[in-house]
């Protein structure tokens, strides 16, 4: 998997969301992971045009 940017405003790349889910005791449901990836990561807080992305990512790497 190629790394990239997924949230411009706090410059969050996809590998940061992989670490945060590897990182963490289990990641079952994708809403309480992206409040993990969130705390963590400070994601989606800016202007928030990225949530949908790191869904994505969230469950793409949960399918994995």
């Known amino acids: 998997m190629e ?6 405003c706090m410059n969050v790349t996809y590998f940061d969301v992989e670490d ?20 963590i990561t400070h994601c989606s ?10 869904m994505d990512a969230i469950s793409e790497i949960m399918s994995r």
Do not use: M, P, R, W
């Not at 790394?3 to 411009?8: A, G, V």
């Not at 945060?20 to 705390?39: G, M, P």
């Not at 807080?45 to 790191?54: F, L, S, Y």
């Open 3 to 8: 790394n990239y940017t997924i949230c411009n």
């Open 20 to 39: 945060v889910l590897n990182n963490s005791k289990t990641f079952t449901d994708v809403q309480k992971s992206f409040d993990e990836v969130q705390a």
């Open 45 to 54: 807080t800016g202007c928030g045009g990225c949530h949908d992305k790191i």
